[in-house]
């Protein structure tokens, strides 16, 4: 068995999945990319999330998800968007995941990272997560690179409005999503 396969298996067991073989690390902390079965509102579960420096963080989606999904952080080498992460992080890109399958990441500088779902973006698929203690200006920083850079695609208003603040997700440790 894979590690994805095994990873989506205990992914699958809390939401009366199938039975699986072998151990998993449940201390990774995971978000869910799901949605209604018309695909009428899609998101990640939580949509925030604080986690201390050097954390792996894993993506999956439900076996009984009907659609696929992506995560990819906001940075200019995934489809020319803006730069919402550190600046000496990594950017990533999960391509199109299947139901039951996941991805991971482990974030090893400290600040703010925003990501979508690639093909659910203009829908407000968005999420943030906070490393560690963010510099309080790290938003401001976000905003003046993009204005700097005219070539970068703008975030969909829609999504905007849907990230979490960084003040939120540090005194809540986990914003799960609203749903409506």
């Not at 695609?153 to 986990?174: D, G, H, N, W």
């Amino acid at each position: 068995m894979t590690r994805r396969r095994l990873l989506a298996c205990a992914a699958a067991l809390p939401l009366g999945g199938q039975v699986c073989w072998g151990a998993v690390d449940v201390s990774v902390p995971s978000i869910a990319m799901a949605g209604t079965p018309m695909g009428t509102e899609v998101w990640f579960d939580p949509i925030g999330l604080w986690v201390p420096l050097g954390t792996m963080i894993r993506w999956f989606i439900p076996p009984g998800e009907t659609q696929l999904h992506a995560t990819a952080a906001y940075h200019p080498s995934n489809q020319n968007r803006p730069r919402r992460i550190p600046e000496q992080a990594t950017a990533w890109d999960s391509g199109y995941l299947r139901p039951g399958e996941d991805f991971q990441v482990q974030l090893t500088v400290e600040g703010v990272y925003d990501y979508y779902c690639r093909p659910h973006e203009e829908a407000g698929m968005v999420g943030r997560i906070v490393v560690g203690t963010p510099s309080g200006h790290e938003l401001d920083d976000f905003t003046n690179a993009a204005k700097t850079h005219p070539d970068w695609r703008p975030v969909p208003e829609q999504a905007l409005r849907i990230f979490p603040s960084v003040e939120a997700i540090m005194r809540r440790k986990t914003v799960p999503r609203r749903a409506g």
